[in-house]
């Protein structure tokens, strides 16, 4: 597709409707739909989830199909594939392009948290950094901050009632997790009780999966 990474405006970015964090970038990729011919392409962005590709060609998008790629990211070969969800032609001076939105269906687990590193250092969340409010409601959406709550209430490890505001809590950022096949963020929370007099200070760490609404407290 020649040297220069093509441009997209904004009018052609697709919403983000993902469950994961998406990164803007452009970077160079290769993919296959026969396993045997390598086509040319570009990367527009990536995510833990997927990620969208700007090619030549058509992509079917039935459910069947399947995308072998390859994606050059910071100097490293990311091996993976995708199922196309959706499709959108594009035209620009070099001509007729196609723009697809892929769904990840296979990737090794090194290769998933390479990804999830790069999309998630874009919005400063970094292993050991305390998340801030903006940060938290990123990764966890209001109903899994709620279940995290009353899992912490049920284990004694948080004064709460349900149906009460929720307390403040501090969260801290550990790591992505692959756990029982499920994949989960890893999270220090901070929180207390106040029964008593004196209010005593919890430490939990908890896994949040990404996919779903589930929640677990680690012992």
């Known amino acids: 597709m020649g040297s220069t990474p093509p441009r997209v405006s904004a009018s052609e970015t697709a919403p983000n409707r993902r469950t994961y964090m998406r990164r803007q970038r452009t970077f160079p990729a290769t993919y296959s739909q026969d396993g045997q011919t390598a086509h040319p392409a570009y990367g527009l962005d990536l995510s833990g989830g997927g990620l969208r590709l700007l090619t030549r060609e058509p992509l079917a998008t039935d459910s069947k199909t399947r995308v072998s790629l390859i994606a050059v990211l910071d100097g490293r070969e990311v091996h993976l594939e995708a199922c196309p969800r959706w499709s959108a032609t594009v035209t620009s ?127």
């Open 93 to 219: 001076a070099a001509g007729t392009r196609f723009r697809h939105g892929l769904r990840l269906a296979a990737i090794a687990d090194a290769d998933w948290d390479f990804l999830m590193r790069l999309s998630l250092d874009e919005a400063g969340i970094l292993p050991g950094k305390p998340l801030t409010d903006e940060q938290r409601d990123l990764l966890l959406p209001a109903e899994k901050q709620q279940r995290i709550v009353e899992q912490l209430a049920i284990a004694g490890r948080v004064t709460y009632r349900r149906g009460a505001k929720l307390p403040a809590l501090r969260y801290v950022f550990e790591s992505c997790a692959v756990r029982d096949g499920e994949r989960c963020y890893l999270l220090t929370v901070s929180s207390a009780t106040s029964e008593t007099l004196l209010a005593r200070e919890h430490r939990t760490r908890v896994l949040s999966a990404i996919e779903n609404d589930q929640v677990r407290i680690l012992p």
